[in-house]
């Protein structure tokens, strides 16, 4: 097995204080059940899943129309369990309806700001009124239960209204990156029947119009099950609609009423499909359900990052990506106030974050890695210019870290005081697999463990655990927050996650335990690329190359990069008589952009006369990796042309 490195000898740097103790939600949560420690916890929530998850539904104050008679049900084999078997929930009830007629209603839900400066506040009574208008809406347009509806938007507050109208009426929510192509918004709203999509004429970056709309109107101009597209005029630009199909938002709800009854959905009926890439060409539809996805990434919210009611949460991220709706769905439930900001987070200048904060008393700030190695660069002072002493909680995912821009982050934001809540999982599990918290002791980019209820571990190649050296990161028991299987595709599913190792779920992300026994993550086992904590499948790049009529085959691998963690390299095979130019290689590029959208699109392309490959033609991206990073290239015996890694080799980076 490869073995990544990893720093395995940093020291603790931060040890929870007395205070910060007794507040925590995971010590009064540990108190009222008798547990003495944080080990203890995670036994008791592992051994017994159906005591564990009973108590959190009690923890977060969840709601249930009708009781469920089990929590969970295992009859079906341990990759697809029920959960709150007989139970009637819907969850905007929870993150809503029920705090209507207490304090709670009048405390700020929503805060926003554009990157013109312009701020919006909604309470939670606010957004309830604007949730039922749109969900009423919804209904009169013929829209209802299970009905797929996808979110084409910016972060505005508009988003999580329309999200949670979704939810509302028991439809099911397809969210969708504000910064995808019109072929990766297509092949998404096609796999999901999608009857509907909101969506905005275009957002601002960089004080520059982005249009949205028209991306849309090119990925649904073949996709007749799209009756309806709500178009919210962000910009207030000149909107090409198409009617009846096309809607104004402010036409769409005129008239409807603020109060609407909220759909009596089963705890298991489908909440949300949110796709997510893997190894091959078709995105991965994870389904999520009222009583699963919600649930889970509240619970890590209250155990992990200790959000408390009042709490403000900036998380950087798009609704497209799972931590979009994992904000939305886990601070209302829990009470807290989320800011969304529509903008670049470094626009007009590089403290543009700082001032957020400052303005907004954020309690608990979220970002990727990424973010925080492109703006150290800029060193201390754009921080030292704002108050951030709001801040008590520091969080960070979507990739790993390495120890200065986490020191950084530590000792210029944090003022050495604060924890980084290092946060692993992902859209199929709802949440996190690996989770710091604010009882136990911290080094730099590791984790303490699993958060309770998740029974992780770390594997060799037989399945047996590991410790000290790397290996693969499983699960060995069902959690609530798992995927309930991928949309329309039960094989994909139980070849992706359960055929390796029986009975485990294997992740997919390489990890080790050290001597003190702090988890690190160390990077994806498999072949699917992490840019900037998005990820994409590699044949999802290869397949919009292979489209072409200037290539042949393309291979796609994930390389190392300084400010996002990875970038994607393209190799391609033109056909005969296709001269390899300058030309060629920027029209390539610029393909992939338009198509699954700039943020995909690969750091170079290359041309090679041929690619690696077994005798049964499958294309060894691993061994292309090797060769183009210049690491020895391990077994190419299957190989039917090694050959081919001399060309490769030739590109090596100088």
């Given amino acids: 097995m490869p073995q990544p490195q990893f720093p395995f000898n940093q020291s603790i740097v931060w040890r929870p204080d007395e205070a910060t103790i007794q507040r925590s939600r995971l010590k009064r949560f540990m108190d009222r059940h008798g547990l003495a420690t944080f080990d203890e916890l995670l036994t008791r929530s592992t051994s017994d899943i159906a005591w564990f998850w009973e108590a959190v539904f009690a923890d977060l104050g969840i709601e249930f129309y009708e009781p469920y008679r ?10 697809f369990p029920a959960w709150c078997v007989g139970g009637k929930l819907n969850i905007v009830h929870n993150c809503l309806d029920k705090w209507m007629g207490t304090p709670t209603q009048n405390r700020a839900a929503l805060r926003s700001e554009g990157e013109d400066g312009a701020v919006r506040l909604l309470s939670y009574r606010d957004l309830y009124r604007e949730v039922n208008r749109v969900a009423a809406a919804l209904r009169a347009a013929g829209l209802g239960k299970g009905d797929a509806i996808g979110l084409y938007m910016p972060m505005i507050p508009e988003i999580a209204i329309a999200l949670l109208a979704i939810a509302k009426i028991g439809a099911v929510i397809l969210p ?9 918004i297509a092949a998404r709203l096609a796999d999901a029947g999608a ?4 969506t905005a004429d275009g957002m601002t970056r960089r004080g520059k119009p982005i249009p949205m709309k028209p991306i849309l109107d090119e990925a649904i101009d073949n996709l007749p099950s799209v009756q309806k597209v709500i178009v919210y005029p962000r910009l207030g630009s000149n909107i090409p609609m198409s009617a009846p199909r096309d809607v104004l938002w402010d036409d769409f709800i005129a008239n409807q009423p603020a109060e609407s009854p909220t759909e009596r959905t089963e705890a298991e009926d489908l909440l949300m499909i949110i796709y997510t890439s893997g190894t091959t060409g078709k995105p991965k539809g994870t389904v999520h359900t009222h009583c699963s996805f919600p649930i889970k990434g509240a619970q890590d919210m209250a155990h992990g990052f200790d959000i408390q009611a009042g709490d ?3 998380w950087m991220t ?28 470094d626009f007009p200048r590089v403290d543009r974050v700082w001032e957020l ?28 210019r704002h108050d951030l002493s709001s801040l008590r909680i520091l969080g960070s ?29 992902g859209t199929e599990i709802g949440g996190g697999i690996l989770l710091n918290n604010v009882l136990t002791p911290l080094k730099p980019c590791a984790f303490s463990g699993p958060p309770p209820g998740m029974a992780a571990d770390v594997v060799d190649e037989g399945g047996s655990p590991l410790r000290g050296v790397v290996g693969e990161l499983v699960v060995r028991q069902p959690w609530i927050g798992m995927t309930r299987g991928f949309w329309q595709d039960r094989e994909r599913y139980l070849q992706t996650y359960w055929e390796r190792f029986p009975g485990l779920w294997v992740h997919g992300d390489f990890a080790a335990i050290d001597a003190d026994g702090q988890w690190f993550i160390l990077g994806r086992s498999d072949d699917t690329i992490k840019v900037a904590g998005k990820r994409v499948g590699p044949a999802e790049i290869e397949s919009v190359l292979g489209s072409h009529p200037a290539v042949t085959e393309a291979a796609v691998i994930g390389i190392p990069d300084e400010i996002k963690g990875q970038a994607a390299v393209a190799f391609v095979v033109l056909r005969k008589g296709v001269a ?16 699954l959208g700039k943020p995909l699109a690969p750091k170079d392309v290359l041309f090679v006369s041929d690619l690696p490959k077994t005798r049964n033609a499958k294309v060894m991206r691993r061994i292309i990796r090797a060769a183009y990073l210049g690491e020895p290239p391990g077994d190419s015996s299957a190989l039917v042309n090694p050959e081919a890694i001399k060309e490769i080799q030739q590109w090596i980076p100088r």
């Fill in 70 to 79: 089990q929590v969970v049900d295992l009859s079906r084999g341990i990759e």
């Fill in 176 to 184: 969708l990156f504000s910064g995808f192509g019109s072929g990766a």
């Fill in 195 to 198: 009857k509907a999509v909101f």
């Fill in 312 to 314: 403000t949460l900036y």
């Fill in 318 to 345: 798009d609704m497209g990506w799972m931590m979009g709706p994992w904000e939305i769905f886990g601070a209302l439930l829990l009470g807290a106030s989320v800011l969304l900001y529509d903008g670049a987070p």
């Fill in 357 to 384: 904060i400052s303005r907004h008393g954020v309690t608990c700030l979220g970002v990727a890695p990424t973010f925080v190695r492109s703006v150290m660069q800029y060193g201390n002072d754009p921080v030292l």
């Fill in 397 to 425: 995912t979507g990739e790993a870290w390495n120890p200065d821009p986490w020191l950084w982050f530590f000792e210029t934001i944090g003022k050495g005081r604060l924890p980084i809540i290092n946060y692993s999982g």
């Fill in 580 to 595: 390899p130019t300058d030309g060629l290689r920027s029209d390539l590029k610029k393909l992939v952009a338009k198509e």
